[in-house]
């Protein structure tokens, strides 16, 4: 099955709207949602040109495709996902795929803050770039990501992965400051490069395959290794705290 | 006027003695009366279990370290949050409840008494704003004297009475209810970064011990006619082989009071264990309720434990930071200057780890050991051993020994060598649950007299309709029943109106706050004290003028006023 | 007329000490305040009833007429934001959250443009820290990061530090040493024991690295971190492991830079980890006298510090997302109250665009830069001058403000309940 929704200009365009009511599974039922625009709860079909092509009786067989100009207001969209799929032709909004356990999200533009946030399975993949705390956990929280992948083809904003505790985030282009912050479990690799990558680590594992800006000092320095035809440093840390965590850099600068 | 007649109800009403007899209850203007005018309102409970109102005799859940817990938070607050409501505010929070959940809560569960369980003083201006914010049940709050500076000199100097002077005008500026030691001595030891290990250490500087700030206190409570004893968080919370502590402690305790036990021992299950690290901690429950039987001047509360997450918060800041030192979870501390200090950390409580479950049996195993009831009441040290909201499953825990059993199996295996759990039949019944969730309670705080813990006329007509026929229902075995009635009421009442019905509350409210102001003479009146007002001025960093709280923090305001022998 | 004991609606410090003579409605004289803190009992030009945009000029309106049109704003907006709140007392506060949660709108106070960060620190590692009095009394090392308490918590210093009296202390100006961090020479620095030049963005790198030398691993540390050597860290963290007891407190130069949270948090691990060794504390600087009130009452009624958002019923919390600058500079909301700030002399440009572009009802004693964009203006009683209202001090002692003349003018809590009033009336309540 199929779900089309197409976004309606709307007049009181900046006003976000909160629709953790789009995932697959929902669609099972019919298209009788409702979302939220600030304090006001609206029907699916005064937001969105709604269609539906074919039919299915699981989640994993309802694609949903998002297009419209104005996607980028749209926040919560796959929040607690278990499989389907989601498909967004433009920019999403925020905490796009939070709490997500399974299925696939493809944000074909970019993706505004926490996208893909406390996950704990399944796939989401931004082709443009992700805006900050993506892959993150929430305030104040011990654990962000605990599984699943998230794949960013562009540029990922600041604190990417924070506390991440498993699952794998890619980073192909180059992301902001301290990627990886408290992590202690899971794999973030950044293609390009950043800044004070693993702050304050506890465990798992961060890749840099750029420069890493402003290295903190906490880190022990083992020596270089092989890691996919690239060869990198080493590090273990950070011994601010008791970390065991390893961090790989292509080339570091220390802020002396 | 207002009229309201509870018709056929099952009462237990321990104060009175009144054990399962069907009767009515007639209510005018928010009191118990003998009867009232056909044109009152009418419910009737057929048949349904009916008790006063609850008291919760110590729990956390006003004040700057309760506020504290839930400030540093945000991800407690995300479970059991509801939106705003007709007369009903939103709520947050699952261990540290927002004022509004704690209070809906209570009065969910027919709670319509609570006495938070420590205030430093120099901040109970808090305490009594979140006090008006907690509208369906009436207050009181605990003083802080463990680290009092002019108390341990007073002490050392071997003057009771100037100790009982500080603390009458300490109660009368806070609108403080009661007198509380949270490990005396170890909390000003703690400013320095140390602590007292028992109660015969001495405080670094003062130089007096535990055991004489007990002392003395609990003399100087008695010279005051206060209603509460003294409230005791006896030293060396937490710390395996602690029990000898506690009896040591408890030891202390001279029988001064006819009406009420001398000290009030709290959460005793933090401090009733055995071993000599945590490779064989054990449960030393035994010796600690064999004690408490032999001596009615002692009363007590569980401080049960039960599994899942929570927030630990006490006045006992060294025993907050060990607690850091195991877990690495978050750690807050807030000393206060010249008094007491506080601390908080998150914890989860697991059944698959030993220690744990040690700490589930001993709770239990101190209400069950303990003959009397009045001796032994039933809370969680809310929220450190667990929520409030568990409280129904430990009566269902303390009423059948086949729900014990059947959660027992599910610990840590190697729980059953050390803890006499396992052995213990007894079975408590709807009449001691009654004494240790109310009427026990009430007659511990002193506040039988005004009004609280039971049904007589005059009393305050708070009262609670629980959905069980206990002729029915056999709580040995039907545990889920008991669980579910005393999860929600059929009706809470508070001061003669209807509060909350099956899980909903109804109104918002308006709390009363009880506060004691005993009467000195003119001699031993601290406000007019050279010394006291010279030390203060010079090392408080507030003045002594902008110190005491207003009456206009109190909602509706409930002065009790004590004739002092000073 | 001497009223003594005045408590000083300025900083954070929230001085209780102070002295204030009045002539009828008029203060005199102030004794015992700093300069920010005479400057503010003094008074400026008030506004002497509400006033309504008409075009470009302002047409003078009654309080109850400023309360409807605020009310009727409130209950249309969609998404409303209700901002400010450190510079009132916290009976006001409450009206706001009941407010908030009655329209389901956003409440966030100014703490989301200054220690906002802090608190988010403090979420993921807690926070060891005490009343000014423990610092005053026993301190033999106090560290100012980040901040100049000569010029923006003037008594601060004299109260409570440096140049305070103290029990465990026989010579407190000689016994206690003072660090001062921070990245230019303040005056503070003038009259340090110790100052430590940090390079701009450096912090966390410098704490990280303390971190670790308390810890025994001072072979990892790089020869310079940030600029500062190896041997002045190891000097500082033997310090600090040498004192009795120890307090830090940091100001918006380590708050609001490079890393904002993460720095505060690496300092909080900083002060755990030496808490293994011997006594030490932290505690923020805050700013305004009673930015702290509001973070306490907004957790207690709502769970949350700041930047509540009401619009689903429940409360949510989302720094970064529910925070009045990131709601203003994203256009997300299409209604403002302001209330005890001035968020056009801080916003950013982004934000003041957005400002201009929705209704906005002010009420402050004073007209201020955000007074531009408003469509009502609200002229109310200063709390700690002429109306009386609990302020929290910047350690959480809390402290009933007094009121020292007679002015007329309502308080915030009494306009605010009028409003409450008519908007639950407006929801049918």
């Not at chain 2, 005051?224 to 409230?231: A, K």
């Not at chain 2, 907050?320 to 200090?341: C, I, M, P």
């Not at chain 3, 011997?278 to 957790?299: C, L, P, Q």
Request: hydrophobic share 40%.
């Amino acid at each position: 099955m199929k779900v089309t929704l197409a976004m309606k200009p709307t007049a009181r365009s900046f006003i976000p709207i909160e629709a953790e009511s789009i995932v697959p599974k929902n669609f099972l039922a019919g298209t009788d949602l409702v979302v939220w625009r600030g304090n006001r709860e609206l029907r699916l079909d005064e937001v969105f040109t709604v269609t539906v092509e074919g039919h299915a009786d699981r989640s994993e067989n309802v694609e949903v495709v998002l297009s419209g100009d104005d996607t980028f207001r749209l926040k919560r969209v796959g929040e607690y996902m278990e499989a389907g799929k989601i498909t967004v032709l433009g920019n999403i909004g925020m905490h796009c795929g939070n709490f997500m356990t399974g299925g696939e999200i493809e944000v074909r533009g970019n993706a505004d803050g926490w996208l893909g946030r406390e996950m704990g399975g399944g796939t989401i993949i931004c082709r443009g770039d992700a805006a900050d705390y993506c892959a993150s956990g929430y305030r104040g929280g011990r654990k962000g990501m605990t599984g699943g992948t998230v794949e960013v083809f562009g540029r990922a904003g600041d604190f990417v992965a924070e506390h991440i505790a498993g699952g794998t985030v890619i980073i192909h282009g180059s992301a902001g400051d301290m990627p990886g912050a408290e992590m202690h479990g899971g794999t973030l690799t950044v293609h390009g490069d950043c800044s004070r990558p693993a702050a304050n680590m506890k465990g798992g594992s961060c890749y840099v395959f750029g420069t890493a800006q402003g290295m903190l000092p906490t880190f022990r320095k083992i020596g270089t290794v092989q890691h996919e035809g690239r060869t990198l440093i080493r590090f273990v840390g950070d011994v601010a705290n008791r970390g065991k965590g390893n961090l790989f850099v292509r080339d570091y600068v220390y802020l002396d | 006027m207002t009229e309201l007649l509870v018709k056929n109800a099952c009462v237990i009403d321990p104060l009175r003695s009144i054990n399962a007899e069907t009767m009515d209850i007639a209510i005018r203007d928010g009191r118990i009366v003998e009867e009232v005018s056909g044109a009152a309102e009418v419910i009737d409970v057929h048949g349904m279990l009916t008790m006063p109102g609850g008291v919760d005799s110590h729990t956390h859940i006003c004040g700057t370290k309760v506020n504290f817990g839930r400030y540093m938070s945000p991800e407690d607050m995300r479970a059991g949050r509801t939106p705003r409501r007709g007369p009903l505010h939103a709520t947050s929070g699952y261990s540290v409840p927002t004022t509004y959940g704690n209070s809906y809560r209570y009065s969910v569960m027919g709670y319509t008494t609570l006495l938070e369980g420590a205030m430093a003083p120099l901040e109970a201006r808090h305490t009594h704003e979140e006090f008006i914010y907690t509208p369906l049940q009436d207050t009181m709050a605990n003083t802080l004297f463990d680290g009092n500076w002019g108390i341990m000199e007073a002490i050392r100097d071997g003057d009771t009475k100037r100790v009982a002077a500080i603390i009458a005008w300490t109660l009368r500026a806070v609108k403080g209810f009661g007198v509380k030691l949270t490990n005396p001595g170890g909390t000003e030891a703690w400013q320095w970064g140390k602590n007292v290990s028992c109660i015969r250490d001495p405080v670094p500087y003062f130089e007096v011990t535990p055991a004489e700030i007990i002392r003395k206190v609990i003399e100087a409570n008695e010279l005051l006619h206060l209603p509460h004893s003294v409230h005791l968080h006896a030293n060396n919370l937490g710390t395996p082989g602690n029990y000898t502590c506690t009896l040591g402690s408890m030891g202390l305790v001279p029988d001064l009071n006819k009406k009420r036990q001398t000290l009030y021992a709290t959460h005793v299950q933090f401090h009733a264990y055995g071993g000599s690290g945590w490779p064989d901690f054990c449960s030393k429950s035994e010796p600690i309720a064999n004690f408490v039987n032999m001596r009615p001047q002692i009363v007590m509360d569980m401080g049960q434990v039960m599994f899942g997450r929570t927030t630990t918060m006490t006045a006992d800041g060294p025993m907050e930071f060990n607690l850091y030192r195991l877990h690495h979870e978050k750690w807050s501390n807030h000393d206060v200057e010249l008094e007491t200090g506080s601390g908080i950390i998150p914890v989860i409580y697991r059944r698959k780890n030993l220690v744990n479950s040690i700490m589930w049996a001993i709770g239990l195993e101190l209400a069950l050991l303990t003959e009397s009831p009045w001796q032994c009441l039933l809370t969680t040290d809310n929220p450190n051993g667990a929520p409030f909201v568990r409280y129904p499953e430990i009566i269902a825990l303390l009423m059948s020994k086949k729900y014990r059993d059947a959660e027992f199996a599910t610990v840590h295996p190697d729980t059953a060598a050390r803890v006499p759990l396992p052995a213990i039949e007894r079975e408590l019944d709807w009449y001691e649950i009654a004494v240790m969730t109310r009427a026990g309670q009430a007659k511990a705080l002193g506040i039988q007299e005004i009004g609280k813990g039971h049904l007589g006329p005059g009393a305050y007509a708070d009262v609670a309709v629980y959905p069980i026929r206990i002729d029915e229902v056999d709580p040995s075995v039907d545990h889920q029943k008991v669980i579910e009635a005393f999860g929600q009421t059929e009706y809470t009442i508070k001061r003669g109106r209807v509060v909350a019905r099956r899980g909903e509350c109804l109104i918002d409210g308006s709390n009363a706050t009880f506060w004691v102001k005993p009467k000195v003479s003119e001699a031993y009146d601290m406000g007019k004290d050279p010394d006291f007002i010279e030390k203060f001025d010079r090392y408080y960093t507030v003045r002594m003028r902008n110190y005491p709280v207003q009456e206009e923090y109190l909602n509706r305001n409930r002065c009790i006023e004590t004739e002092a022998e000073i | 007329m001497i009223v003594k004991d005045a408590v000083c609606p300025f900083c954070g410090c929230l001085c209780d000490d102070i002295e204030v003579e009045v002539d009828g409605d008029r203060v005199v004289a102030v004794t015992n305040a700093c300069e920010l803190g005479t400057k503010k009992f003094m008074g400026e030009k008030r506004l002497k009833n509400p006033i309504l945009r008409d075009g470009d000029a302002w047409k003078d309106i009654t309080y109850d007429e400023a309360a409807r049109y605020a009310a009727g704003m409130l209950l249309s907006a969609e998404r409303p934001l209700l901002y400010g709140w450190s510079g009132t007392h916290g009976e006001a506060q409450c009206v706001g959250v009941h407010m908030a949660e009655l329209v389901r709108g956003v409440i966030d106070n100014t703490s989301s443009v200054c220690h906002g960060p802090s608190i988010l620190a403090i979420q993921e590692v807690g926070h060891p820290g005490c009343t000014l009095g423990v610092v005053k009394n026993r301190a033999d090392l106090v560290i100012y990061w980040g901040s100049n308490p000569i010029d923006a918590h003037p008594r601060h210093l004299s109260r409570y530090t440096r140049y305070a009296e103290g029990f465990f202390l026989d010579n407190a100006f000689r016994d206690r040493k003072v660090i001062v961090v921070d990245v230019r020479k303040t005056e503070t620095a003038n009259i340090a024991d110790e100052f430590v030049q940090i390079k701009p963005g450096g912090d966390y790198a410098v704490l990280s690295a303390l971190r670790a030398i308390v810890r025994g691993k001072t072979e990892t540390i790089p020869r310079t971190v940030a600029g500062v050597t190896r041997e002045q860290l190891v000097r500082v963290a033997n310090l600090c492991k040498g004192a009795k007891f120890g307090a830090v407190y940091f100001g918006l130069g380590l708050t609001m830079t490079r890393g904002k949270y993460k720095n505060i948090r690496n300092a909080i691990e900083l002060v755990s980890e030496l808490s293994r060794h011997t006594k030490f504390t932290i505690s923020a600087m805050r700013g305004h006298y009673n930015v702290y009130g509001s973070n306490e009452v907004n957790t207690w009624m709502t769970g949350y510090p700041f930047g509540i958002d009401f619009s689903r019923g429940i409360a949510f919390y989302n720094p970064g997302e529910t925070t009045a600058v990131d709601i203003l500079a994203r256009k997300e909301c299409d209604a403002a109250l302001i209330v005890g700030s001035d968020p056009a002399a801080h916003f950013p440009r982004k934000c003041l665009e957005h400002l201009a572009e929705i209704p906005v009802v002010q009420l402050d004693p004073y007209p201020n830069a955000t007074t531009a964009f408003c469509n009502v203006q609200i002229p109310v009683a200063v709390t700690g001058i002429d109306a009386v209202g609990t302020a929290y001090r910047m350690d959480g002692v809390p402290i009933r403000t007094r009121q020292v003349l007679s002015s007329g003018y309502p308080s915030d809590r009494e306009v605010l309940l009028k409003m409450y009033t008519l908007m639950q009336e407006g929801k049918g309540q």
